[in-house]
């Protein structure tokens, strides 16, 4: 059993709240119209959500516990909602980790309210899980660097005021000649593509960014030259607990859905949940469930107690990894319980389907999350 504190009691009882009473109402229409849902944005801000990983200097709660128990429940009922959230937050710890004084001050306490929104573009059309092979260039110009290239897969840049773009700064192929700089969204030269159709996550957009001599101050430049990998792999592995928090809260939701379905449906008789094979597969599910859950918060609260490097990065990957293919798994016995139904545009559990396969792909494939587990275990 987990052992919450009070505090973060009280902040899943609201949560789980909001959700049910005001989010789970729009969860079908967001997935169905694909349009950004500035209401439910909106409510987060009032709740003050987007702050609870920030340190208290910049208004939050520091906790990715914290951060994980809001999106588990918001991701039992939309997967949406929960993600606007999570597109703030890897921006924030890429900034928290990399950032100067000045860009801190500047940036983070908006993104904490709110009052800011903010992407990360790393994914290019040759280059996904491949970080280093990226080949967008930022020549340096006196003071400013002049970014040239194309990215795809940004999420949130359409609602965006500055992404996180990763550029290389030399000529070869080494890690280190990465760098991150703030964009600003509407900067000259910058041309942000129309929203892509999603089969999941569809209420966030993500775009191609082309970039046509785009001009940005040294002072813009997160980190020291040549220090852009490690800040993104070290904001990645602080955000992946975040991602499995989305794969606990999508496969509950999965499970809540297919366990009144068939208690409500009847064959033979008697009620479907009756069935042994049935209750089998509810069994299988709930295990599975709580396996990740407590691998998704083991890491959070190792994230909290300041745990980095390869050891974190070991345990974001054991709980992104787990945690999403949980949610696959879960949603694909949730559809089979459906029947016929389970197909149909009729059910939400169509919905959370579809949503779950994303979350095996994005903020790292669960194939590199294999290869990063293999790699620490067998030390190369």
Not at 124 to 138: F, H, K, L, N, Y
Not at 210 to 224: M, T
Request: aromatic share 8%.
């Amino acid at each position: 059993m987990i052992n919450w504190t009070p505090e973060q009691l009280q902040l899943r009882d609201m949560v789980r709240r909001f959700a049910n009473e005001k989010v789970a109402p729009r969860a079908n229409d967001i997935d169905n119209s694909a349009e950004y849902p500035h209401d439910m944005f909106d409510q987060l801000r009032e709740l003050g959500l987007f702050s609870l990983p920030a340190p208290a200097e910049f208004g939050g709660m520091d906790s990715t516990v914290a951060a994980c128990l809001a999106v588990e429940e918001l991701g039992r009922v939309c997967y949406n909602t929960a993600y606007l959230l999570v597109v703030q937050w890897t921006p924030f710890a890429a900034i928290l980790a990399g950032g100067s004084k000045e860009q801190k001050e500047r940036l983070l306490p908006g993104l904490s309210t709110g009052a800011l929104r903010a992407s990360i573009s790393i994914t290019e059309p040759q280059s996904g899980s491949d970080v280093a092979g990226i080949r967008t260039r930022a020549k340096r110009d006196g003071d400013d660097y002049v970014i040239n290239g194309s990215k795809i897969w940004c999420t949130n840049a359409l609602y965006a005021d500055f992404i996180l773009v990763a550029a290389k700064t030399g000529e070869g192929n080494e890690p280190g000649t990465i760098n991150l700089f703030i964009v600003d969204a509407k900067a000259p030269g910058l041309k942000i593509g129309s929203k892509e159709p999603k089969m999941g996550g569809r209420g966030v957009p993500s775009s191609a960014l082309f970039f046509d001599n785009v001009r940005v101050h040294s002072s813009d430049r997160l980190g020291e030259e040549g220090r852009g990998f490690g800040i993104v792999m070290e904001a990645f592995n602080q955000a992946r607990p975040i991602i499995g928090a989305r794969g606990v809260g999508l496969a509950q939701g999965a499970m809540d859905h297919a366990i009144q379905f068939i208690k409500d449906r009847r064959a033979f008789n008697q009620a479907v949940s009756d069935f042994q094979g049935v209750r089998w597969m509810i069994a299988d599910m709930a295990i599975q469930i709580e396996a990740a859950r407590h691998l998704v918060y083991n890491a959070a609260s190792s994230v909290d107690a300041g745990v980095r490097g390869r050891e974190m990065g070991l345990l974001a990957a054991y709980a992104k990894c787990h945690a999403t293919d949980t949610a696959m798994k879960v949603a694909t016995d949730a559809v089979q319980l459906f029947g016929a139904a389970g197909i149909s545009n009729e059910y939400p559990i169509n919905r959370y389907f579809r949503d779950a396969k994303v979350l095996q792909i994005v903020e790292g494939t669960n194939q590199i999350q294999r290869n990063i587990i293999a790699r620490t275990i067998l030390g190369k």
